[in-house]
């Protein structure tokens, strides 16, 4: 039997990739790409698309009445940056959206769910330095606590109803093809763009602050992966660890200058996404997804930091 795929939040960063791959694998058809917005070109022309509000049930139980999908993907999200900003605003969106996808999800006897949480669930009393599965979480962002519980209501919802719901802790996730979405990451974007352009870039996280990342062709080959994995193989259904490759604004902007020999960077302070950063992992351990669903990631830093400039100077 075929399937037919829901994808909610197409027009964000792993959403433009991600329908892409799964029409790719399913053929366009049966995969619905859905936003609160117009999309790129390219997605709104690839295949079907939906206007969706999460927020909305009648409109969204209209979408899930007329596709009847057999797997869901709710990327739709207020992240970590802008969650600061505007609070409630992020945790309704955040949470109200999740539940109301479970819900239908449970009512449509959708097969699969997959939801992305984030290393933003870790806080300040988490260990830095490969931060296991499980530990202390404390985290002291909307956004992370937002995540935390969307967790919960996973595996509430796998435990009390059979749903299946699936989800990885995406580390910073670095891409070419869509603009960031305003999270704390995000300065490992733009300084390719920057690069580019100016042959410089000022960062707003300090020169030795290790964070772990992942290249979005990693992130999208880990999502279908752990979709596809056979349901018995799985022994997570809060969000498994993803550990993808930690470095610093130095260490990528050295990369960079290995390509681009002139380019300069500088660091500016006080800037709020610091304390963020500065609460989340510095590495993370993701043996879970290793040995449930071989996991192996394929980009290191100087592979991911060659694809990056050889595809962005062409579309900049």
Request: hydrophobic fraction near 40%; aromatic fraction near 12%; proline fraction near 6%.
């Amino acid at each position: 039997m075929s399937e037919k795929i829901l994808v909610i939040g197409a027009n964000g960063q792993i959403g433009t990739e991600l329908v892409t791959a799964l029409r790719n694998i399913h053929g366009a058809e049966q995969v619905i790409a859905s936003d609160i917005n117009n999309p790129a070109y390219a997605i709104r022309h690839s295949g079907p698309f939906e206007f969706v509000n999460v927020l909305d049930k009648d409109n969204l139980h209209h979408i899930f009445t007329k596709h009847q999908p057999s797997q869901v993907y709710l990327l739709a999200a207020i992240l970590s940056a802008v969650g600061e900003q505007k609070p409630k605003m992020a945790w309704d969106l955040n949470m109200t959206g999740l539940i109301h996808v479970l819900d239908f999800a449970v009512e449509f006897k959708t097969e699969k769910v997959f939801w992305p949480s984030s290393i933003a669930v870790f806080g300040p009393h988490s260990p830095k330095e490969n931060t296991p599965q499980y530990c202390v979480m404390d985290p002291n962002t909307v956004y992370g606590f937002s995540k935390l519980a969307g967790e919960r209501w996973c595996e509430y919802y796998y435990t009390k109803y059979g749903l299946d719901v699936r989800s990885i802790r995406y580390p910073g996730l670095i891409g070419w093809r869509a603009s960031p979405g305003g999270g704390t990451t995000d300065y490992a974007v733009h300084i390719f763009h920057e690069a580019l352009k100016k042959g410089r870039y000022e960062s707003f996280l300090s020169a030795d602050t290790a964070l772990p990342m992942m290249y979005m062709e990693d992130a999208i080959r880990a999502t279908i992966t752990l979709m596809n994995a056979p349901a018995e193989t799985l022994s997570i259904r809060s969000a498994y660890n993803l550990a993808g490759i930690s470095f610093t604004p130095t260490q990528l902007a050295d990369e960079i200058k290995k390509i681009i020999p002139g380019f300069e960077i500088s660091y500016s302070k006080n800037d709020p996404r610091q304390a963020i950063a500065d609460s989340w992992p510095k590495s993370i351990d993701d043996s879970y997804a290793h040995k449930d669903w071989d996991w192996q990631l394929e980009y290191d830093l100087p592979a991911m930091t060659i694809d990056m400039l050889e595809n962005l100077k062409n579309i900049i």
